[in-house]
Nanobody, 120 residues
Framework: QVQLVESGGGLVQAGGSLRLSCAAS????????MGWYRQAPGKQRELVAD???????NVADSVKGRFTISRDITKNTVYLQMNSLKPEDTAVYYC??????????????WGQGTQVTVSS
């Protein structure tokens, strides 16, 4: 099994910055992709950004130019640097990982979520 531990959420004023971290542990033969999603009250969960095994990234238009996704392969950790935060960025942010694990099967795992609140 794979476990994801997120950290870095909190309350920040509009225009401020936060950095989220997500560390993965467990049996992983390889990591296909790591990413961040968010879910605001009353809305569906949406992709914020992800980073593939190749290092290529995909960033949602709503956060492009403000958020940056990165990773530390040696630590199985993915980061989300969030700058110029807006009240509409308020949501629970979830980390996920697509990894080849026991049985050499690719599976998707989710973190527990971390709250990000941006005050106006």
């Amino acid at each position: 099994q794979v476990q994801l531990v997120e950290s870095g959420g909190g309350l920040v004023q509009a225009g401020g910055s936060l950095r989220l971290s997500c560390a993965a542990s467990g049996i992983m033969y390889s990591i296909n992709a790591m990413g961040w999603y968010r879910q605001a009250p009353g809305k569906q969960r949406e992709l914020v950004a992800d980073i593939r095994k190749s290092g290529s990234t995909n960033v949602a238009d709503s956060v492009k130019g403000r958020f940056t996704i990165s990773r530390d392969i040696t630590k199985n950790t993915v980061y989300l640097q969030m700058n110029s935060l807006k009240p509409e960025d308020t949501a629970v942010y979830y980390c996920n990982i697509n990894a080849v694990t026991t049985g050499y099967l690719s599976k998707l795992f989710w973190g527990q979520g971390t709250q990000v609140t941006v005050s106006s």
